[in-house]
């Protein structure tokens, strides 16, 4: 039988007269396997009940991935087929009305024959009609313009980190750095140019005249390498509008797609859903968007999930 590396997560179950509780993590421990998921009970007192969760084991994330890239990177055929899968995993969650909300390399595992599989969902939820949602999410530096803004949200929010990622796949480097919300804004506008008063959000708190006109950069000139249909793609990905921003169906749609198609073909059995927070650990290299006439407006920012 062959022996699989996985992950065993261990959970105690706090009862009540076999009333759950709560859910408390106790440890996370690596252990060999042979499903690669399965549920073990442990022990079992009056007041408490052991479970083990055995997930698979990812031996690295994106970041890790990319650290350990060797110069010159990444070819093209590579990147291609990572945002490829990468899009796959977000549009299967945006078909199925779950916005992520916190995408960013080390949430992306990639294992050691090169698929990708999307983690860390402490951040998601599934959308609905005048759903609350906070304006902590998302890691800084793949954080939305409208997030950043505290203003209306949705899947848009999930397109703009991949666009980030997409550039990070080039540069092996993140694209804006910011170190607080505002200064964040600021790198975005000294990329993307500062739009116009006529774009910016209605009743925010930080009004257009904050930031001072900059023109937009050609992201040739960023990225040198990147191709044509590559940076076409790119500049969809981030749009400051969330109207004018390409969903992830459209983006496997695009032309930078449709020039040679990754390995594994288009279907979603080239990317992963893995759940499990925080599993990535590091190892050797080796839908359409539904905030429209379907779903409503997108939903305002609030400090309460």
């Given at each position: 039988?062959?022996?699989?590396?996985?992950?065993?997560?261990e959970?105690?179950?706090?009862?009540?007269?076999?009333r759950?509780?709560?859910?408390?993590s106790?440890?996370?421990?690596?252990?060999?396997?042979?499903?690669?998921?399965?549920?073990c009970?442990?022990?079992r007192t009056?007041?408490?009940?052991?479970?083990?969760?055995?997930?698979e084991?990812?031996?690295q994330?994106?970041?890790?991935?990319?650290?350990?890239?060797?110069?010159?990177?990444?070819?093209?055929?590579?990147i291609?087929?990572?945002m490829h899968?990468?899009?796959n995993?977000?549009?299967?969650?945006?078909?199925n009305?779950?916005?992520?909300r916190?995408?960013?390399p080390q949430n992306?595992?990639?294992?050691?024959t090169?698929q990708?599989?999307?983690?860390?969902?402490?951040?998601?939820r599934?959308?609905?009609?005048?759903?609350?949602?906070t304006?902590g999410v998302?890691?800084?530096?793949?954080?939305?313009?409208?997030?950043?803004?505290q203003?209306?949200?949705?899947?848009?929010?999930?397109?703009?980190?991949?666009?980030?990622?997409?550039?990070e796949l080039?540069?092996r480097?993140?694209?804006?750095?910011?170190?607080?919300?505002?200064?964040?804004?600021?790198k975005?506008?000294?990329?993307?140019g500062?739009p116009?008063?006529d774009?910016?959000?209605?009743?925010?708190?930080l009004?257009?005249?904050?930031f001072r006109?900059?023109?937009k950069q050609?992201?040739?000139?960023l990225i040198?390498?990147?191709?044509?249909?590559a940076?076409?793609?790119l500049?969809?990905?981030?749009?400051?509008?969330?109207?004018?921003?390409?969903?992830?169906?459209?983006?496997?749609?695009?032309?930078y797609?449709?020039?040679?198609?990754?390995?594994?073909?288009?279907?979603?059995s080239?990317?992963?859903v893995?759940?499990?927070?925080?599993?990535?650990?590091?190892?050797?290299?080796?839908?359409?968007?539904f905030?429209?006439?379907?779903?409503?407006?997108?939903?305002?920012n609030?400090?309460?999930d």
């Amino acid at each position: 039988m062959s022996i699989h590396l996985c992950v065993r997560c261990e959970f105690k179950v706090i009862l009540d007269r076999d009333r759950v509780l709560c859910y408390r993590s106790a440890s996370v421990r690596i252990a060999r396997r042979g499903p690669l998921l399965d549920v073990c009970p442990g022990n079992r007192t009056q007041h408490e009940m052991q479970l083990y969760l055995v997930f698979e084991h990812i031996d690295q994330d994106l970041a890790h991935y990319l650290d350990k890239c060797p110069a010159p990177g990444l070819g093209p055929d590579r990147i291609r087929s990572l945002m490829h899968q990468i899009l796959n995993g977000v549009d299967f969650l945006h078909s199925n009305r779950i916005v992520h909300r916190d995408l960013k390399p080390q949430n992306i595992l990639v294992t050691s024959t090169g698929q990708v599989k999307l983690a860390d969902f402490g951040l998601s939820r599934v959308y609905g009609f005048q759903m609350a949602l906070t304006s902590g999410v998302v890691t800084l530096w793949y954080r939305a313009p409208e997030v950043l803004l505290q203003d209306q949200y949705c899947t848009a929010v999930d397109i703009w980190s991949c666009g980030c990622i997409f550039a990070e796949l080039f540069t092996r480097k993140p694209l804006f750095c910011g170190q607080s919300d505002v200064d964040q804004l600021s790198k975005i506008f000294e990329v993307i140019g500062m739009p116009c008063q006529d774009e910016w959000p209605e009743n925010i708190s930080l009004p257009w005249v904050s930031f001072r006109p900059l023109p937009k950069q050609q992201f040739q000139t960023l990225i040198p390498e990147i191709e044509p249909c590559a940076r076409d793609l790119l500049e969809r990905m981030l749009a400051f509008r969330q109207s004018k921003r390409i969903s992830a169906r459209e983006s496997l749609k695009h032309s930078y797609f449709l020039e040679e198609q990754p390995p594994g073909g288009s279907s979603s059995s080239s990317f992963s859903v893995f759940s499990p927070s925080g599993t990535s650990s590091p190892g050797n290299c080796s839908s359409d968007n539904f905030d429209d006439e379907e779903s409503g407006s997108p939903v305002r920012n609030s400090y309460s999930d």
